[in-house]
């Protein structure tokens, strides 16, 4: 069985900016996304987070300065301030302003119920959630494959933002459009290779 990446070796978020990796199904993006929030360790090599040896690194204190938004939200049981709760943000963190970041309107969302959002505002909820740490570095995992174009746009426009203060970006897409509008510098990978 061929390893889900071989031989790979890449520096990113170095530079800041946002970087995209792009490729078919089963190239190893999103393993590369796991590997680099901790939520698998590689079988063979080694990842580095700010030239130190990934596994030398505490996990949660990691996750806090490397966040991670999946390609399907995943919320918990509660309110949408429960979930922003869950990312542990400094004292003082205004969850309304996180939200507001993300398109959510505070006051109509602050207080619902996770379960009750629709695709779109779960995904943003998420967002929000990551942003809560006020990472170093976003991980993106196709976070707009399932929004509405309104979505999309806002996902982006924030995204953007985000690169332009500082926070490395990693995007995993399929869309070879949001590639070229987001993107500072493209991956491809294929079979587990970097091809471009």
Same mark, same amino acid.
């Given at each position: 069985?061929?390893? &889900?990446?071989?031989?790979?070796?890449?520096?990113?978020? #170095?530079?800041?900016?946002?970087?995209? /990796?792009?490729?078919?199904? $089963?190239?190893? #993006?999103?393993?590369? +996304?796991?590997?680099?929030?901790? +939520?698998?360790?590689?079988?063979? @090599?080694?990842?580095?987070?700010? @030239?130190?040896? /990934?596994?030398?690194?505490?996990?949660? %204190?990691?996750?806090?300065?490397?966040?991670?938004?999946?390609?399907?939200?995943?919320?918990?049981?509660?309110?949408? !301030?429960?979930?922003?709760?869950?990312?542990?943000?400094?004292? $003082?963190?205004?969850?309304?302003?996180? +939200?507001?970041?993300?398109?959510?309107?505070?006051?109509?969302?602050?207080?619902?119920?996770?379960?009750?959002?629709?695709?779109?505002?779960?995904?943003? !909820?998420?967002?929000?959630? !990551?942003?809560?740490?006020?990472?170093?570095?976003?991980?993106?995992?196709?976070?707009?494959?399932?929004?509405?174009?309104?979505?999309?746009?806002?996902?982006?426009?924030?995204?953007? &933002? +985000?690169?332009?203060?500082?926070?490395?970006?990693? /995007?995993?897409?399929?869309? &070879?459009?949001?590639?070229?509008?987001?993107?500072? &510098?493209?991956?491809?990978?294929?079979?587990?290779?970097? %091809?471009?």
């Amino acid at each position: 069985m061929r390893p &889900r990446l071989d031989r790979v070796s890449m520096a990113l978020g #170095k530079d800041g900016g946002v970087t995209v /990796l792009q490729g078919p199904s $089963g190239s190893g #993006k999103s393993t590369l +996304l796991r590997l680099l929030n901790r +939520l698998v360790a590689p079988d063979a @090599g080694r990842v580095r987070y700010r @030239g130190a040896d /990934l596994a030398t690194h505490d996990v949660l %204190a990691h996750r806090r300065e490397v966040g991670m938004v999946f390609q399907a939200p995943v919320l918990f049981p509660g309110t949408v !301030a429960d979930n922003l709760a869950v990312a542990e943000p400094d004292e $003082g963190t205004d969850l309304a302003a996180l +939200l507001a970041r993300c398109g959510l309107a505070p006051e109509d969302f602050l207080e619902r119920e996770a379960a009750t959002l629709s695709g779109g505002e779960a995904q943003r !909820a998420c967002l929000a959630r !990551a942003l809560g740490t006020r990472p170093r570095v976003l991980l993106m995992d196709e976070p707009t494959s399932a929004l509405d174009a309104d979505a999309t746009a806002t996902i982006e426009a924030l995204t953007r &933002r +985000l690169a332009g203060e500082g926070v490395a970006i990693v /995007l995993v897409t399929h869309d &070879r459009a949001q590639a070229a509008r987001l993107g500072d &510098r493209v991956i491809v990978l294929r079979e587990g290779r970097v %091809a471009a």
